[in-house]
């Protein structure tokens, strides 16, 4: 059975910093790995996909790598924002057989202050 | 850009009520989910479908049902509500054609049963 775990739990940081949100996982034979963000009372937004046999991706401030072998995430955000405040969700997506789904962790709630 | 819909956004139970949640996506994708989460416990599959007429379990299934007649639809079911099924209820659907399985929600619905 798949886990997924995220640290911290919670984050805040002043403006302007550059931060890095873990998740990690325990079954490394994971298809693909998904991003997202979460703001108060809405849904899940999809940040960043990386395929299994990719190492890492980019958009715009984010980035996103992948380590399989080691069972590792990381979402680095560059230069943050106070628009960046929210939950942070990585999500570990495993096929068994042609069935896919998507394992989540608990979240890290980052808080950027201004 | 519709995306994926879900109706109702609100709604409150009584106890041994039952109720329908449809989710709706527009994006032709043949597997579709529902989620639940609460607080501290991230997000837990409910059940899924991987296509048209078709229903597989999850991770907390119990005390829910769930149809798919049309691909566009899935319904989740609640036959008695119970006080524990109080949660924010999240539909997505993906397409897991070729390495590309990423995954889009909709807005959740908030569900408390008294």
């Known amino acids: 059975k798949q886990e997924v775990t995220q640290i911290p739990a919670a984050l805040s940081v002043p403006e302007g910093e550059n931060l890095v949100l873990n998740c990690s996982f325990t079954d490394s034979a994971i298809y693909n790995l998904q991003w997202f963000r979460q703001d108060p009372g809405k849904g899940l937004t999809s940040l960043l996909l990386?395929?299994?046999?990719?190492r890492e991706q980019t958009s715009g401030r984010l980035n996103a790598s992948l380590d399989k072998s080691s069972g590792r995430s990381t979402l680095y955000i560059a230069a943050s924002q106070p628009g960046d405040s929210a939950t942070y969700f990585c999500a570990a997506i495993n096929s068994g057989g042609s069935n896919y789904k998507l394992t989540f962790g608990k979240g890290t709630l980052l808080t950027v202050n201004p | 850009n519709a995306g994926v819909t879900q109706t109702p956004k609100f709604r409150v139970l009584k106890t041994g009520q039952s109720m329908t949640l449809l989710c709706a996506q527009d994006?032709?994708?043949?597997?579709m989910y529902w989620y639940r989460q609460d607080p501290g416990m991230g997000l837990r599959l409910i059940h899924y479908?991987?296509?048209?007429?078709?229903?597989a379990k999850g991770e907390v299934p119990d005390g829910y049902n769930v149809s798919r007649l049309k691909k566009q639809n899935f319904l989740l079911g609640l036959e008695s509500a119970a006080p524990s099924q109080t949660s924010v209820y999240f539909c997505?659907?993906?397409?897991?054609?070729?390495?590309?399985?990423?995954?889009?929600f909709g807005q959740g619905t908030r569900l408390t049963v008294v």
């Open positions: 997505a659907s993906s397409n897991p054609a070729r390495l590309n399985t990423e995954a889009f």
């Open positions: 990386i395929q299994s046999s990719q």
């Open positions: 479908s991987v296509g048209e007429g078709t229903t």
């Open positions: 994006m032709n994708h043949e597997y």
